[in-house]
């Protein structure tokens, strides 16, 4: 999977979800690490972790 750039209404980057070891991971748009989702769990974890809930969440970390 190639990186999936995220972008608010006016087209500035508010974020990127990229692919590491089977897992998909959240950054803002200064590069930091906001969490992750694992498909095999059907997770998602925050920065810290913790999980946040069911299924794909990521962009509700943002």
Do not use: F, W
């Not at 972008?7 to 992750?36: N, V, W």
């Amino acid at each position: 999977m190639a990186d999936q750039v995220l972008r608010d209404k006016m087209g500035r980057i508010i974020g990127r979800i990229t692919e590491s070891q089977g897992k998909l991971q959240i950054s803002d748009h200064y590069g930091r690490y906001k969490g992750s989702y694992d498909p095999k769990s059907n997770s998602t974890y925050d920065h810290l972790g913790r999980r946040v809930g069911t299924g794909n969440l990521l962009t509700t970390l943002l």
